[in-house]
């Protein structure tokens, strides 16, 4: 059984950081594409960044140059690093396979950007 484990979120001001962390366990982590979704209130659940088995990461446009995702293939865990945060950067944010499998979502983090 596939369980994803969000962690990191948090309420953070503009222009800050939030590193989150998914734990995966019940898959061949090391041999899967995963990916860091969001979903705003009101709004479809996106990709915003992925990273598959070489470590080749690929960005949203929304957060190029600000989100850094990376993986750890020793511990099943990867990582979004979130700099210079946005307003509209808030959400729940969830891992999943990419591209995504749909009983593997998990709770999710919150993130939000406020002053």
């Known amino acids: 059984q596939v369980r994803l484990v969000e962690s990191g979120g948090g309420l953070v001001q503009p222009g800050g950081s939030l590193r989150l962390s998914c734990a995966a366990s019940g898959m061949l982590f090391s041999l899967s594409a995963m990916g860091w979704y969001r979903q705003a209130p009101g709004k479809q659940r996106e990709l915003v960044a992925g990273i598959n088995t070489r470590r080749t990461p690929n960005y949203a446009d929304s957060v190029k140059g600000r989100f850094t995702i990376s993986r750890d293939n020793v511990k099943n865990t990867v990582y979004l690093q979130m700099n210079n945060l946005k307003p509209e950067d808030t959400a729940v944010y969830y891992c999943?396979?990419?591209?995504?499998?749909?009983?593997?979502w998990g709770q999710g983090t919150q993130v939000t950007v406020s002053s």
């Open positions: 999943n396979q990419d591209p995504s499998v749909e009983d593997w």
